[in-house]
């Protein structure tokens, strides 16, 4: 069996991993206490828990009150130090001035939503969305007279001029798409909003510390913290950064007025998650190159939707705008071989984790064809996908659990074919 990290070139290699080596130092120092004078220090922070805050007077109260915008304390449901530290962590790794930590990656979704639309408004929401946002604007947004307008995730800047509307106030785009991994020209994005005079919202889960959605146009930047930030599947959590204080006030008010905070024991989790971040993505990215390179020679392969590799919608836009890549991936298999096929396959594997989320150190597989909802083509209907999170396992055996059920794919179709 080749080991699949033979087949990268040196060159992509270094494209793909330069970005998490770069933020590793970054990782480690951020948020941390330094000795002072004769005074130790915890390596790691403390996780304060509480609920009730106490001042030596009401007029300290009514002033704590008036810095909500700020890391004040004034109620464990408006925040703890430890989460105010985790948000200013995010926003240096994001690029942004101002994050709000909050319980999942679906609330840093949902919130910007909340914050910046209203009844009357018309909304452009990307078709590759995560599936629960679309649920969320479909279900709740609609319901709150919010217009809703699905545009794919390729589309030109003519195609998504034609979809603007004079009421449009938030274009939401995730790059890359979830499930189909299209890059979307978030430049391009950022200029039609500038036109709209609309704010643009980009899921950056994917991108993080790898795509600065601010430098790129972008108003507002959401985290699934959950997935590569906390890295140990055992922790929910999201985050939402901005880099205008415009843009912070009113997500900061709508948070508070949700309860839409976070645990000080997931903040602590996650805030010691990143530490490791660059380290663990670093060897989980180059091994997902190898094993996305790999599957690209399989002939039961159509295509491998990879940013990093031409073969997937809007590689160029990963090229110019990204300074590495991730660990999750795409397969869409040739149409020859069925739903059915497909999932013989994934239940035999060995090292695959079958599961939702990503991001771990563990390597997982989903099926992303047969029930993903959308309203524009897709490439994962072209024929059985799947999605693979490439965790720390050795790449070599990872390909060799893959080509066993990829041989046993192949052997039942040609028992079909003779039958």
């Not at 010691?272 to 993505?281: D, S, Y």
Request: with cysteine.
């Amino acid at each position: 069996m080749t080991d699949p990290m033979a087949l990268v070139p040196p060159d992509l290699l270094e494209r793909v991993t330069r970005g998490w080596r770069d933020m590793s130092t970054r990782l480690v120092q951020l948020g941390r206490d330094r000795p002072e004078g004769d005074r130790g220090v915890f390596v790691n922070p403390a996780a304060e828990r509480g609920s009730t805050v106490l001042f030596s007077s009401l007029e300290a109260m009514d002033r704590a009150g008036h810095g909500r915008y700020g890391p004040e304390l004034i109620y464990g449901a408006m925040g703890s130090p430890i989460q105010h530290r985790l948000e200013a962590v995010i926003a240096e790794i994001e690029g942004g001035t101002q994050a709000q930590v909050v319980p999942s990656g679906l609330a840093a979704c949902t919130l910007p939503l909340l914050a910046y639309l209203g009844a009357g408004d018309h909304c452009l929401l990307s078709d590759s969305v995560y599936g629960p946002t679309r649920r969320f604007a479909d279900r709740v947004l609609r319901r709150f007279g919010v217009e809703i307008t699905y545009f794919p995730p390729m589309a030109t800047e003519g195609d998504l001029q034609a979809l603007l509307q004079p009421n449009t106030r938030l274009i939401f785009a995730e790059s890359p798409g979830s499930h189909s991994f299209e890059v979307q020209d978030i430049p391009m994005l950022g200029r039609l909003a500038a036109r709209a005079r609309a704010r643009l919202v980009v899921d950056n889960t994917w991108g993080i510390g790898l795509f600065n959605p601010f430098a790129h146009g972008a108003h507002v930047s959401v985290q699934a913290l959950t997935k590569y930030a906390a890295g140990h599947s055992d922790t929910i959590i999201g985050a939402v950064t901005v880099a205008s204080d415009a843009d912070w006030r009113p997500l900061r008010d709508t948070a508070i007025q949700a309860g839409q905070t976070a645990g000080p024991d997931d903040c602590w989790l996650t805030l010691r998650g990143l530490r490791t971040m660059g380290a663990r993505q670093e060897r989980q990215a180059a091994t997902a190159l190898g094993v996305a390179m790999w599957l690209q020679s399989r002939p039961e392969v159509s295509r491998v939707l990879h940013p990093a590799l031409p073969s997937c919608p809007g590689h160029e836009y990963w090229a110019r705008d990204f300074s590495g890549a991730s660990s999750l991936f795409g397969v869409v298999f040739d149409p020859a071989f069925t739903q059915a096929d497909m999932t013989a396959m994934i239940d035999g594997l060995s090292h695959f984790g079958i599961g939702a989320s990503w991001g771990g150190y563990e390597s997982l597989v989903l099926p992303t064809s047969g029930g993903i909802s959308r309203s524009c083509p897709s490439v994962t209907a072209e024929g059985p996908a799947c999605r693979l999170h490439i965790g720390l396992e050795d790449g070599a055996a990872l390909a060799a659990d893959l080509a066993r059920g990829l041989d046993g794919m192949s052997a039942a179709r040609a028992v079909r074919g003779t039958g």
